[in-house]
């Protein structure tokens, strides 16, 4: 593209935006107006909000009865019953929410049946192992659930490219892992330490295509359980230091993937380390007031600094 053309778009772009700003117009319906669709008044958006409302309310209500229906009959009904109303009922919503997608009047139901099918399926399968199984170890029932789960959300993305399943199979696939190294003996901080390191890549390759509103989620649980992991390793020993090189480090990656939540808790690391620290080593000196007051400084100043982090580079580079 032409530099002169670069030029034209950018003056266009700020005669709209000051348009926009005089005539009080929102980008909802900017973007209206450029797919050709109608802008719905102030009065008719509420009632569509007052309706959507409502209407979760009432899929939650209606889910919720079920589930206490199932729970008050349980032990009235055989093993195949059970299958049948745990695995049957989420196959069901499978097919309903796959289903819900290809069809414009009931886009907005695919996410919630889909989280619903995320639940009853693995419970009723888990279920089954439990009726039908001879014993032995539920590593194996999980591992089979969870591999189920992965393949079968993950064909749903494959086809929809909407980021509910993506959500769902990536998370299962989590569990996957996570099952597989405690079969294996593995130490839980070592576990911790992978599993968090694998949800961060995670969410740091899903950064990168169109369905990054799942990440904040990867983001938060991943980098707290790899710092947990970590600390526990490094607790009391010469390595400790590493912990808060890991925090630090996160703070610089949360401003190269413009992650808010990655920047608050590697802060917060930071903030609970230099307390326990604190505490470790000073509680019992004379000089502990005085430590307990920078700390509180400390703590200020870190908070700034994330502020300014979040102001100039997450915020503005997002």
Known sequence: MAAADMDERARALEQIAALARQHQLSAAEIAAALDGTPAAPPGRRGRNVLVRVLGFLGGTFVFAGIGVFIALQWDEMNSAARVIVT????????????????????????????????????????????????????????????????????????????????????AFLTLFWWTTLDLLDVDGKAIALIVGATMMLTAVGVDRTGHRDITPMWYFFGAAAFLAGLFDLTKRTPLEVAFLAAAAGFVYLSVLVHSRTLLVVATLAILAYTGWFTGEHFADSIGWPLALIAFGIFMIGLSAVAFRIDRDYVRKSG
């Open 87 to 170: 695995l049957g009922s989420g196959l069901a919503v499978f097919v309903m929410g796959v289903l819900s997608a290809r069809d414009v009047r009931f886009d907005k139901a695919t996410a919630p049946l889909l989280l619903v099918a995320a639940a009853l399926e693995p419970t009723g399968m888990l279920v089954a192992f439990d009726e039908y199984g001879n014993g032995g170890d539920w590593h194996w029932a999980s591992l089979i659930t969870c591999a189920v789960m992965a393949l079968q959300f993950g064909a749903v993305f494959a086809s929809l490219r909407r980021s509910t399943p993506l959500f769902v199979a990536l």
